[in-house]
């Protein structure tokens, strides 16, 4: 059982950055992978970027690329996620999640077992 909770979400003027900070609880989180959603009012979950278990690879949607980097410190169990260049539409609340089983499914929500309750980002143009 894996418990998430996100923080660093708020208002930030467009072309701003934030950097979003996941805790996660339990003592096998190197074994997770973890991954980024949003989901803005009225539209559906989408994935934003992914970091594999220890060692493994990132992935981003093509949105956010070279915008976003999301990262992991496996020994403070945090998944980070930082938003460079942010735009109005990047206004999301953003989720955390996790998987102990993913694999090449990791923009696939479904996929993921363990969800915080997410962070609320807006972005003013």
């Known amino acids: 059982q894996v418990q998430l909770v996100e923080s660093g979400g708020g208002l930030v003027q467009a072309g701003g950055s934030l950097r979003l900070s996941c805790a996660a609880s339990g003592r096998t989180f190197s074994s997770y992978a973890m991954g980024w959603f949003r989901q803005a009012p009225g539209k559906e979950r989408e994935f934003v970027a992914a970091?594999?278990?220890?060692?493994?690879?990132?992935y981003y949607r093509d949105s956010v690329r070279g915008r976003f980097t999301i990262s992991r410190d496996n020994a403070q169990n945090m998944v980070y996620l930082q938003m460079n260049s942010l735009k109005p539409e990047d206004t999301a609340i953003y989720l955390c999640?996790?998987?102990?089983?993913?694999?090449?499914?990791?923009?696939?929500?479904?996929?993921?077992?363990?969800w915080g309750q997410g962070t609320q980002v807006t972005v003013s143009s």
């Open positions: 970091i594999m278990r220890s060692g493994g690879g990132t």
């Open positions: 999640a996790g998987s102990k089983t993913i694999g090449i499914a990791y923009y696939r929500a479904i996929e993921y077992e363990y």
